[in-house]
């Protein structure tokens, strides 16, 4: 009986050893591009994104790390990923990106650096003093999904979502390319009215606009949202 057992626990660790041999490890990574919105203010949960290259199809984005210096207005970001082992990794090159919440900073210029494989500066990040003690500037309509598409030199954006009043509509998109940036701010501003005949019930939109007056290359597309849940997306300008 004694034998049996310890076969089984010699199985069990083997088992074991072998689950672990399989997991892949923990890496540092780096992004090529670091997209920066401007316009964000202390009141603002601040978002930025890191977009990447995996030389092969066996890594994945893991968790990063943030450590915000307040005192000296920096931002260290530590990019990391899963290295996979296996006869199915393919060595071509292997898009990713990431969105980085920083939640609410003090207002002042902030250095993002990112410390994975190396040490580089992915930009200058601004923060402005909030107007007001309100969480936005505006009432942003809900947004779930922001499209893209560019034809004859221009961009299309469609914007989709539901509100849950029969009172609440768009007022009005505001759009502000910062070609320095490489970001594309788009801020859905909606209106409520205040009526007793309201209904609380879905109601869904959908919005189509041109963009025009972007050069070539790669942008952020930031949309702004109800309770801080921007929406991002990475997109080509040709």
């Known amino acids: 009986m004694k034998t049996l057992v310890m076969i089984a626990l010699l199985i069990g660790n083997g088992m074991l050893a072998q689950a672990i041999e399989n997991q892949p490890k923990l890496v540092s990574a780096d992004y090529h591009t670091g997209y920066l919105p401007d316009g ?13 290259l995996f030389s092969n199809t066996c890594m994945r984005p893991a968790n990063f790390t943030v450590r915000i210096d307040k005192q000296n207005k920096k931002i260290h970001i530590n990019p990391r990923a899963y290295e996979y082992q296996g006869a199915m990794c393919a060595m071509v090159l292997n898009p990713y990106s990431q969105e980085i919440n920083l939640g609410l900073l003090n207002a002042g210029t902030y250095d993002v650096i990112q410390k994975g494989l190396y040490t580089t500066q992915l930009g200058k990040l601004k923060i402005r003093v909030a107007a007001n003690s309100e969480p936005d500037d505006y009432i942003y309509a ?89 929406v991002n997306n990475l997109v080509n300008v040709y």
């Open 142 to 230: 809900p947004v779930s999904e922001a499209s893209w598409s560019f034809k004859n030199g221009l961009g299309y954006i469609t914007l989709k979502g539901s509100f849950t009043s029969t009172c609440w509509s768009m007022k009005a998109i505001q759009v502000d390319i910062q070609k320095e940036n490489h970001v594309i701010v788009v801020q859905p501003v909606s209106n409520i009215q205040k009526d007793a005949a309201c209904a609380d019930r879905m109601v869904p939109y959908e919005k189509t606009f041109a963009v025009e007056g972007l050069t070539k290359g790669r942008y952020l597309l930031h949309v702004r949202s109800t309770n801080a849940k921007a």
């Open 40 to 52: 964000f203010d202390t009141n603002d949960n601040v978002q930025i994104v890191g977009e990447g």
